[in-house]
Nanobody, 117 residues
Framework: QVQLVESGGGSVQPGGSLRLSCAPS????????MGWYRQAPGKQRELVAT???????DYADSVKGRFTISRDNAKNTVYLQMNSLKPEDTAVYYC???????????WGQGTQVTVTS
């Protein structure tokens, strides 16, 4: 079983920045899509951003221009740079690895991001 370990969450004031990281407990995934999702209290989990092995990215409209997803294919690590944070970005953020050719779907344990003054 693969574990995805997230780090970088915390509390920040509006307008601040945080960088999330997610690394797996092992390598050897092949072609996969890495992504970040978030879940706020009382709401469903939603897509934040995804990035393919080739570097193609996709963002939720609410974070476009503020968040940047990137990956290190050698380390199978995915990052989420979050700038200009808003209180509505407060949520638990989860990383996700989804296989493209081989069917698998792994989730991290989640990291809390709180934006408050």
């Amino acid at each position: 079983q693969v574990q995805l370990v997230e780090s970088g969450g915390g509390s920040v004031q509006p307008g601040g920045s945080l960088r999330l990281s997610c690394a797996p407990s092992r390598n050897g995934f092949g072609s996969l899509i890495m992504g970040w999702y978030r879940q706020a209290p009382g709401k469903q989990r939603e897509l934040v951003a995804t990035i393919s092995t080739g570097g193609t990215t996709d963002y939720a409209d609410s974070v476009k221009g503020r968040f940047t997803i990137s990956r290190d294919n050698a380390k199978n690590t995915v990052y989420l740079q979050m700038n200009s944070l808003k209180p509505e970005d407060t949520a638990v953020y989860y990383c996700n690895f989804r296989g493209v050719v081989v069917a698998y779907n792994y989730w991290g344990q989640g990291t809390q991001v709180t934006v408050t003054s």
